[in-house]
C-alpha cells in the first residue's frame, strides 16, 4: 500500500470516529455517508478491476451519484456549514465524469485527480465540522442541529 494511500484510510478513519464519538447527528451522518463511499470503493475494485482512468467508469458515478445526493440533502437541512463544503467536493468529483465524457482525450490525470482526490476535502470539512461544533458547545451550549422551515 502506497503512503498516500496509507494516509487516507488514517485520515479517514480518524475523522470519521471522531466525528462520530464528538459530532451531533449532522456530523454522524456525513461520516457514515463519507465512509460509505470509502469502504464501497475497494469492494467495487474487487469484484470489477482495478481503476481505469481512460474511460468514465459507471460504478464511480453511481457511487458519486448517491454520495453528492445524500451529502447534499445533509447540508441543505443541516445548521452547520461544513456538509455544504463537503457537498461541494463531491460534486467537483461527479463533475469530472461529465468532463471526461464530453472529451475524453488526454482528461485521463485530471480524471484521476477530480474524481480521486476530492476525499480529502470531504475529509477536512468534516474534521474541522466537527471541531467547530464542538467549539460552539462549549462556547454558546446545545443548538439546533437542524435548520428549521419557515
Not at 467537483?92 to 480524471?111: D, E, K
Not at 460552539?136 to 419557515?150: A, E, K, M, N
Given at each position: 500500500?502506497?503512503?498516500?494511500?496509507?494516509?487516507?484510510?488514517?485520515?479517514?478513519?480518524?475523522?470519521?470516529?471522531?466525528?462520530?464519538?464528538?459530532?451531533?447527528?449532522?456530523?454522524?451522518?456525513?461520516?457514515?455517508?463519507?465512509?460509505a463511499w470509502?469502504?464501497a470503493d475497494?469492494?467495487?475494485?474487487?469484484?470489477?478491476?482495478?481503476?481505469?482512468?481512460?474511460?468514465?467508469?459507471?460504478?464511480?458515478?453511481?457511487?458519486?451519484?448517491?454520495?453528492?445526493?445524500?451529502?447534499?440533502?445533509?447540508?441543505?437541512?443541516?445548521?452547520?456549514?461544513?456538509?455544504?463544503?463537503?457537498?461541494?467536493?463531491?460534486?467537483?468529483?461527479?463533475?469530472?465524469?461529465?468532463?471526461?465524457?464530453?472529451?475524453?482525450?488526454?482528461?485521463?490525470?485530471?480524471?484521476?485527480?477530480?474524481?480521486?482526490?476530492?476525499?480529502?476535502?470531504?475529509?477536512?470539512?468534516?474534521?474541522?465540522?466537527?471541531?467547530?461544533?464542538r467549539r460552539?458547545?462549549?462556547?454558546?451550549?446545545?443548538?439546533?442541529?437542524?435548520?428549521?422551515?419557515?
Open positions: 500500500m502506497s503512503p498516500m494511500l496509507e494516509f487516507g484510510w488514517i485520515l479517514m478513519f480518524a475523522s470519521v470516529a471522531y466525528a462520530s464519538w464528538c459530532g451531533s447527528i449532522p456530523e454522524r451522518q456525513g461520516a457514515a455517508i463519507i465512509a470509502y469502504l475497494p469492494s467495487y475494485h474487487a469484484i470489477f478491476g482495478p481503476p481505469q482512468f481512460r474511460f468514465v467508469d459507471p460504478g464511480h458515478v453511481v457511487m458519486d451519484t448517491a454520495e453528492t445526493l445524500a451529502l447534499g440533502y445533509v447540508a441543505l437541512r443541516a445548521n452547520r456549514m461544513w456538509p455544504l463544503w463537503a457537498a461541494a467536493a463531491e460534486l467537483t468529483a461527479l463533475s469530472g465524469h461529465l468532463a471526461l465524457a464530453i472529451n475524453p482525450v488526454g482528461l485521463q490525470r485530471a480524471y484521476y485527480a477530480v474524481t480521486q482526490l476530492t476525499i480529502y476535502p470531504q475529509l477536512a470539512a468534516l474534521l474541522l465540522g466537527t471541531l467547530a461544533h460552539r458547545l462549549r462556547r454558546t451550549g446545545p443548538y439546533r442541529d437542524w435548520r428549521t422551515t419557515p
